[in-house]
C-alpha cells in the first residue's frame, strides 16, 4: 500500500529556511507525481508545488515562487521541498500527496497522504 511519511517541519525565524522530505513507500517513486500542500489554521488546503514522475515539469504556487523548490530523488524514495526566505503566512502544517491522475494545485484530485509536518515562521 502507497504510503508518505513527511518530516523536517520545526520553528524558524522570518528569513530562515528548512527543508522538508516526503519518503514514499509501497510504490516505485518513479512512477508518481507528487505535490506538496499546506493548511494553516482556519484556512483551506492549498497546493505549494508539485513535481513529475522523472523531474522534468515542477509547478509552483505565486505565493512561494523563488523561495521554495522541489526535488526528488528516485533512488531514495524522497521528494524534498527547500523552503528559503521562510514568511511568518509560511506557518502551516505540510503535507506530501500522490495519486492524481494529472498534475493539480487541488488538493481534492489526491488520493494518498501523508500526515503532515508543522512548519511554524515566529520571531
Known amino acids: 500500500q502507497l504510503q508518505l511519511v513527511e518530516s523536517g517541519g520545526g520553528l524558524v525565524q522570518p528569513g530562515g529556511s528548512l527543508r522538508l522530505s516526503c519518503v514514499v513507500s509501497?510504490?516505485?517513486?518513479?512512477?508518481?507525481?507528487i505535490g506538496w500542500f499546506r493548511q494553516a489554521p482556519g484556512k483551506e488546503r492549498e497546493g505549494v508545488s508539485l513535481?513529475?514522475?522523472?523531474?522534468?515539469?515542477?509547478w509552483y504556487a505565486a505565493s512561494v515562487k523563488g523561495r521554495f523548490t522541489i526535488s526528488r530523488d528516485n533512488v531514495k524514495s524522497t521528494v524534498y521541498l527547500q523552503m528559503d526566505s521562510l514568511q511568518l503566512e509560511d506557518t502551516a502544517v505540510y503535507y506530501c500527496?500522490?495519486?492524481?491522475?494529472?498534475?493539480?494545485?487541488?488538493?481534492?484530485?489526491?488520493?494518498?497522504w501523508g500526515q503532515g509536518t508543522q512548519v511554524t515562521v515566529s520571531s
Open positions: 509501497g510504490y516505485n517513486l518513479d512512477r508518481l507525481g
Open positions: 513535481i513529475n514522475s522523472d523531474s522534468s515539469n515542477t
Open positions: 500527496a500522490a495519486g492524481a491522475a494529472r498534475p493539480s494545485m487541488n488538493p481534492d484530485e489526491w488520493a494518498f
